[in-house]
């Protein structure tokens, strides 16, 4: 699987913005999608999950309520709506694959970075003040 993220770009705080994950590869509606972030000097950070068909989700809690995550698998497509941006938000964006149905194992979510096996290269958000 191969995938790229794109829709980044400089906002002003409270702005919003909506990145793609595009993926490559028939079996990409069969796995579970996640984003994660990395802010300069920081370490990389789960941001928000989605299983195979879109009917569970997950988010951190610092993008609940402001962050909505979605696909679209007849597109091979997942999307990040960005509402509410904060400067915090400042990073770069990727999304990540895991061979697997489903974000999570009982009540457990997947939210190490390990817990996914294919990674895209990264957008830049960049949130002004």
């Known amino acids: 699987v191969q995938l790229q993220a794109s829709g980044g770009g400089l906002v002003q705080a409270g702005g919003s913005l909506r990145l793609s994950c595009a993926a490559s590869?028939?079996?990409?509606?069969?796995?579970?999608v996640g984003w994660f972030r990395q802010a300069p000097g920081k370490e990389r950070e789960f941001v928000s999950g989605?299983?195979?068909?879109?009917?569970?989700?997950y988010y951190a809690d610092f993008v609940k309520g402001r962050f909505t995550i979605s696909r679209v698998n007849a597109e091979n497509t997942v999307y990040l709506q960005m509402n509410s941006l904060k400067p915090e938000d400042t990073a770069v964006y990727s999304c990540?694959?895991?061979?697997?149905?489903?974000?999570?194992?009982?009540?457990?979510?997947?939210?190490?970075?390990?817990?996914?096996?294919?990674w895209g290269q990264g957008t830049q958000v960049t949130v002004s003040s």
């Open positions: 989605i299983n195979y068909n879109g009917l569970v989700t």
């Open positions: 990540v694959c895991r061979t697997s149905s489903n974000i999570r194992s009982g009540s457990s979510y997947y939210t190490r970075p390990s817990d996914y096996n294919y």
């Open positions: 590869g028939r079996t990409f509606s069969n796995y579970a």
